[in-house]
């Protein structure tokens, strides 16, 4: 068995930011629609998806935090009191779709349905922490998939591999004291949220499976694949993960409005397949979920080029990045 799982749900497009809001619903649908002018997403096994309950979402998140969301939603407030993040009506629900294509995607990938997933979603997560939305992000789906992996399919050992060029702040945070999840980042440094120093490395029984590197604006394929093969290779070997999630952002690629990483569709591919050789222990059970990613073009192009990889194939000759419809 070789396929790879696209979890999506048109809901998450409802999650409504205004004009001029970089995170915006025409994300998705660029990359759902250039995945299917390419053809690739006929390759892919379309999931079913499910919407996130509060069960779920308190895998993660406080329960006075998951009411505060509803609560703002339903009174129609324009942002979350707690961060930066523009909330509209169908917010809720959408957020609730994002994480709930995490879990799907995580079912199917540990029930042996698919061998990995990609999770095309919005809002992003990696920002939100237990009791405090920020930066875009409403709830963390990263996180949450990692602990609904653990809880539900028994599985000790996850690791977190976030190549957004924001730090995740939030998925830091809700793991820095668990011994039974390791996070690794790549970000930019100084930029936001200003976390994700390299002395930030884990606390108690989690000391050192924090890995935090920063580097400064213009950084790009020499640094990232460096901090993947030094630091992020030894590290995995020896903690031996049994599932690998990828906080997926696509901002990290060169010419996007909110970053100045030098990434390309081709460096998304080959961190792609480094990290589905790199831990014999997780025998290539990836689940990736979109974090950032702002040049439409840009974004759909570097999915297409990273879930080509998830398939286990070579990226191909680089197609024109707009459909021609
Ligand atoms: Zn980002």
């Not at 790549?186 to 050192?208: I, L």
Request: hydrophobic fraction near 40%.
């Amino acid at each position: 068995m070789h396929t790879t799982g696209i979890a999506f749900d048109p809901i998450v497009r409802r999650h409504d930011t205004g004009p001029g809001h970089p995170e915006r619903p025409a994300r998705v649908s660029a990359v759902f629609d250039y995945l299917r002018y390419t053809g690739l997403l006929d390759s892919l096994d379309q999931l079913d998806v499910r919407q996130a309950s509060d069960d779920d979402l308190a895998l993660v998140h406080t329960r006075p935090y998951i009411e505060l969301v509803k609560r703002e939603v339903e009174q129609r407030r324009e942002q979350l009191s707690t961060g930066d993040t523009v909330i509209s009506e169908a917010s809720l629900e959408s957020a609730r779709a994002a994480a709930g294509c995490a879990l799907s995607a995580t079912d199917a990938v540990l029930s042996r349905r698919v061998q990995n997933a990609f999770c095309l979603v919005r809002p992003p997560g990696h920002h939100a922490e237990s009791r405090r939305g920020m930066g875009f992000c409403l709830f963390n789906n990263v996180a949450i998939a990692a602990r609904h992996a653990q809880r539900r399919h028994r599985v000790e050992r996850v690791l977190i591999v976030d190549w957004d060029v924001h730090h995740g702040n939030g998925t830091q945070a809700i793991f820095y004291r668990d011994p039974s999840v390791l996070f690794f980042s790549t970000h930019q440094s100084p930029w936001y949220p200003g976390t994700g120093a390299a002395e930030e490395t884990g606390a108690g029984d989690a000391q050192g499976l924090t890995i935090n590197c920063p580097f400064p604006a213009g950084s790009g394929r020499a640094e990232i694949m460096t901090a993947f093969r030094d630091r992020l290779f030894p590290a995995a070997v020896k903690f031996a993960p049994e599932l690998v999630l990828i906080s997926a952002g696509f901002d990290s690629r060169i010419d996007d409005p909110l970053g100045q990483f030098t990434l390309e569709d081709r460096d998304f591919a080959e961190l792609t397949t480094m990290l589905l050789e790199l831990a014999p222990t997780a025998q290539g059970r990836i689940v990736s979920v979109l974090e950032g990613g702002y040049n439409l073009q840009g974004l759909a192009s570097a999915c297409h080029a990273h879930v080509t990889s998830l398939l286990g194939e070579m990226p191909n000759t680089p197609k024109p990045a707009t459909p021609a419809n």
